[in-house]
Nanobody, 124 residues
Framework: QVPLVESGGETVQAGGSLRLSCEFS????????MGWFRQTPGQEREFVAA????????HYADSTRGRFTISRDNAKKTLYLAMENLKSDDTGVYYC?????????????????WGQGTEVTVSS
């Protein structure tokens, strides 16, 4: 079974807000750093944001820093991405990802697991 399942993607107007969720099916959620990536058809998948296993440290791409907030609820085994002031360039398929590490500082994670993706369309 796929351990990560994203939800929340939909069409939203530019300037609007949206929150994505990712449910983690494994028992050891606290052993994983988590992150979000996004991809437009024909383009490379790009890093969006990451968060450490205990939620104490985050890292963002320059294009999302200040507008997006990554968070996690370890009791619920759920990862979130809150997106504000959305732009047309934010359109794409957003993927949840997990890396097996309890490192307290994270950068761009190297995923061991990927979700199937959820589509976000920002209309102008």
């Amino acid at each position: 079974q796929v351990p990560l399942v994203e939800s929340g993607g939909e069409t939203v107007q530019a300037g609007g807000s949206l929150r994505l969720s990712c449910e983690f099916s494994r028992q050891t959620f606290t052993h994983y750093a988590m992150g979000w990536f996004r991809q437009t058809p024909g383009q490379e998948r790009e890093f969006v944001a990451a968060i450490s296993a205990n939620g104490g440290h985050t890292h963002y791409a320059d294009s999302t820093r200040g507008r997006f907030t990554i968070s996690r609820d370890n009791a619920k085994k759920t990862l979130y991405l809150a997106m504000e002031n959305l732009k047309s360039d934010d359109t794409g398929v957003y993927y949840c990802a997990a890396q097996i590490t309890t490192a307290q500082v994270v950068g761009v994670i190297r995923p061991d697991y990927w979700g199937q993706g959820t589509e976000v369309t920002v209309s102008s």
